[in-house]
């Protein structure tokens, strides 16, 4: 089936969750796109379609009603659109066969997942197949990882028109922020920490820093950082920044993607920037005794009190009120003085309002923007590139601006 024989561009899938109705609110400003909502009830599929008719002029948005659990409905829905959108998580329990449904029929796919075991699953599994059909599968369109991804692709490209060479070492360094975790991702953590729990595989993966490249792949980035630290570069002290586990593998499986274009020896880290060696140290304790207790049942039982479920939310004013920035230093290979800075930064609540936007861009960049990467698994960076930029900068709030050094 041809692109122009298929009824959509677009299908949301989980349009009727949280941060499924946030794209739903933003596509809906799309006038000439060919777009649907799905899900599996459709009494709450209608519920978010009446929601929109204000954004969509009366015009009522199609419904696709399909099961994760049915594999029919699946191929079914996928045989429709150009591209299936998911905001269905967490992915290891309800993605694998919505992913092998595009891979085969030849649809391209995004969403929003961090899960590093599932991915490092699907990508061997499924490549082949979706490299056969043409198929663009696209993981981790969120603020994990489209920060850390295109802000590393978008230094290295100034590097080498500035230098002519790339940064042989680029640290991610999470600055001021605001906003909350979503429910989605909460979720899809707790998934993974039981997938640990349970397989020393599973623990081994997460432990890797290149699990998300071909099996054997190696390179001189070590563990993620786990201890307060002192940064001379940004003469700042840092903690561990808990997206890092994730943002590094996407990371650097773009730079094997696109060839290794950075160097063989290309290394890169990410943490969080802190006002003092005594808040690095304050953040680094707490993050370490929430994962701690997040990995036993009393202990997930009291925080998760604490914590949003999935389909739960901040409101518009909260939303709109978050902010965040990361500023990428790029280490030149032979000379100090012509290293590089780089910050991203967006206007919205990272995890759910920027999120949302940021989803949307990149589903539509799959079926609008003239892409030339084969079928197959790829990130944002290696598979959109120049064209998701354009977007994120002239469309969902980010910025993209080299700075100075101080």
């Not at 061997?124 to 056969?132: F, G």
């Not at 190696?218 to 920044?241: H, K, L, M, N, S």
């Not at 609540?349 to 892409?371: F, I, N």
Request: glycine share 10%.
């Amino acid at each position: 089936m041809t692109d122009t024989a298929r009824e959509f561009d677009i299908i949301l899938w989980g349009a009727t969750g949280f941060t499924g109705q946030l794209v739903a609110e933003y596509l809906a400003g799309e006038g000439t796109l060919r777009w649907a909502l799905g899900g599996r009830s459709e009494t709450k599929l209608r519920a978010v379609q009446q929601s929109l008719l204000a954004s969509t002029g009366g015009v009522e948005i199609p419904l696709v009603v399909a099961d994760s659990g049915d594999e029919g409905s699946l191929n079914a829905m996928a045989a429709r659109s150009r591209v299936i959108c998911s905001t269905v998580g967490p992915y290891a329990r309800y993605g694998t066969a919505l992913v092998a449904s595009c891979a085969e029929n030849g649809t391209h796919y995004c969403d929003l997942t961090g899960e590093v075991q599932w991915m490092a699953r699907v990508i061997p599994t499924y490549q082949s197949a979706a490299a056969a059909s043409g198929a663009r599968i696209v993981h981790s369109c969120g603020f994990d990882s489209i920060p850390s991804d295109m802000g590393t692709w978008f230094l290295q490209r100034q590097m080498l028109a500035r230098h002519g060479v790339p940064a042989r070492h680029v640290k991610s360094r999470v600055g001021r922020n605001r906003g909350t975790a979503s429910g989605g991702t909460v979720a899809s953590m707790l998934e993974v920490l039981d997938e640990a729990r349970r397989d020393k595989n599973v623990r081994a993966l997460l432990a890797d820093p290149y699990s998300l490249c071909p099996a054997g792949t190696t390179g001189p980035d070590e563990r993620d950082q786990t201890v307060a630290r002192y940064d001379p570069d940004f003469q700042r002290w840092t903690c561990p920044f808990i997206m890092a586990a994730i943002n590094g593998r996407v990371v650097r499986r773009s730079h094997y993607l696109l060839g290794k274009p950075w160097g063989d020896d290309f290394r890169f880290d990410e943490a969080q920037l802190c006002s003092s060696r005594a808040q690095a140290l304050r953040n680094t304790l707490a993050m370490g005794g929430v994962m701690l207790g997040l990995s036993t049942g009393p202990g997930r039982k009291l925080l998760q009190r604490f914590l949003p479920k999935p389909g739960e939310g901040p409101d518009r004013a909260q939303r709109e009120a978050g902010h965040y920035e990361l500023f990428f230093h790029g280490v030149h290979p032979e000379d100090s003085a012509c290293d590089l800075r780089v910050r991203v930064a967006g206007t919205l609540d990272p995890g759910y309002g920027s999120t949302a936007r940021m989803l949307a861009e990149s589903a539509l960049s799959l079926a609008e923007d003239p892409l030339t990467c084969a079928g197959g698994f790829w990130t944002p960076a290696s598979a959109l590139g120049e064209h998701l930029l354009e977007r994120l900068t002239s469309r969902a709030g980010l910025t993209f601006e080299e700075v100075a050094i101080a």
